[in-house]
T-cell receptor
Framework: KNEVEQSPQNLTAQEGEFITINCSYS?????LHWLQQHPGGGIVSLFM???GKKKHGRLIATINIQEKHSSLHITASHPRDSAVYIC???????????FGKGTSLLVTP | KAGVTQTPRYLIKTRGQQVTLSCSPI?????VSWYQQTPGQGLQFLFE???????NKGNFPGRFSGRQFSNSRSEMNVSTLELGDSALYLC???????????FGPGTRLLVL
């Protein structure tokens, strides 16, 4: 069983919609990362969280350490947001990232 | 600052051969991590190096190895290549290993 579970696996939204991607994990962590991967492979780090909430432009990430759950929100979605969004956790005992399977997001005009 | 660079970007090998991939981290970063991405398994952690020491290794066979040099550049080697080793290999760097990771563009390896 994967230690990091993401939902949904696939998501299609219309431009302007509010989007939520969820991530649950089962181990003690030092931090949770949200990553974005566009076709072609390049990965960009969006957020690194250990508590609370972070906001960058239209993106908001939250984490609840007690419930072992994080969400990534995209407000006013745009077709350029179409990408795979990956949740990853770093266990508090080491330096390895464990990844979720990713959420493939398609935003249509 | 220049980003993380990986060479080569594309590689075709045949079964049984070996391959060496290179990663140059962002200047000042001492932690380099390597990852394998396949359609079936997704992203998986290979190993992490800090100041020339391997601190963590993922669940991969001994055919996968790596090293880090004193300038923080890192190489990974895969010996006796198998078809299943075809994948995108990504490296990422960070200051100490516990901060935001910056990913390179990856090396796409095809094993025939």
């Amino acid at each position: 069983k994967n230690e990091v579970e993401q939902s949904p696996q696939n998501l299609t939204a219309q431009e302007g919609e509010f989007i939520t991607i969820n991530c649950s994990y089962s181990v003690g962590i030092s931090a949770l990362h949200w990553l974005q991967q566009h076709p072609g492979g390049g990965i960009v780090s969006l957020f690194m969280l250990s508590s609370g909430k972070k906001k960058h432009g239209r993106l908001i990430a939250t984490i609840n350490i007690q419930e072992k759950h994080s969400s990534l929100h995209i407000t006013a979605s745009h077709p350029r947001d179409s990408a795979v969004y990956i949740c990853a956790v770093m266990e508090d005992s080491g330096y390895a990232l464990n990844f979720g399977k990713g959420t493939s997001l398609l935003v249509t005009p | 600052k220049a980003g993380v660079t990986q060479t080569p970007r594309y590689l075709i090998k045949t079964r049984g051969q070996q391959v060496t991939l290179s990663c140059s981290p962002i200047s000042g970063h001492r932690s380099v991590s390597w990852y394998q991405q396949t359609p079936g398994q997704g992203l998986q952690f290979l190993f992490e190096y800090f100041s020339e020491t391997q601190r963590n290794k993922g669940n991969f066979p001994g055919r996968f190895s790596g090293r880090q040099f004193s300038n923080s550049r890192s190489e990974m080697n895969v010996s006796t290549l198998e078809l299943g080793d075809s994948a995108l290999y990504l490296c990422a760097s960070s200051g100490t290993g516990k901060e935001t990771q910056y990913f390179g563009p990856g090396t796409r390896l095809l094993v025939l």
